[in-house]
């Protein structure tokens, strides 16, 4: 029995250990604006408290209508995705935290923190405060390992000596070729499109065409798009992660659809 016990710690401390090291690899945390089990944006200022909560215990949180840093624009994948789950129960109030990475998978579950307050708001907030209790318990310390790897992949140096002498051409065309902030490609519906900054926004291609098929409008706030291209015109903004999100019109059903472009 002793030893079944010692066994559960040992793996108990290994999980929560390679958890940790985990979430030291990513710098920033996004809390949505709504969680599934409540109606409305905010409600009870529960996102609000998870973001509050993060920063609290060392992280750098944002909802997602913030503002939010150019590095983190420009590298989603440095961000957690910050979730709350809500398990049925009567009397009690029970939440989950869960952190997941820009593929979808889950890096960090809490424990469930539970109240039996009646009222609604504090019940919420209590719940999540206690489930917080394994957050606060992980010493979050940013590790600089995902910034690390980015860095080190645009300073790779460029192997220009070998490619002048042997293929001069190919050098060449390395050399005029965009930067990646200049251009950028994404997948949708398994076809590949290019966006090519412009002063206005960017210009739309389909991978390896040389035509443009549209074009994408910066809005005077700056943070969506106006997009005309034929039927994949309509209003768009960048997510967290890189991924452009385009809402147009289905031109078979005349009702408005989300499309998502998968940065690549």
Sequence with gaps: MLRILFLGLVLTFTLSSNAQKNINDYKYIIVPESYGFLKGNDTYQLNSLTKFLFNKYGFKAFLQSDNLPDELRRNGCSSLRA?????????VTRLTIELTDCSGKVVFSSSEGSTR???????YQLALRDAFKDVEALNYAYSGYKEEIVTQNENAPAKEEVVKKEEPRVEEVIANAPVSKEEITYLFNDTGFVFKKQE??????????KVAIGKLFKSTNGKTYIVKAGDLSGNGYFDAYGNFILERINPVTNKLITDTF???
Excluded: H, I, T
């Excluded at 307050?117 to 019940?123: I, Q, S």
């Design 83 to 91: 979730d709350v789950k809500k398990r049925n129960g009567v009397f």
């Design 262 to 264: 998968a940065r690549q």
């Design 117 to 123: 307050e009646k009222d609604f708001k504090k019940a």
């Design 200 to 209: 206005y926004g960017f210009e739309l291609f389909q991978k390896d065409e």
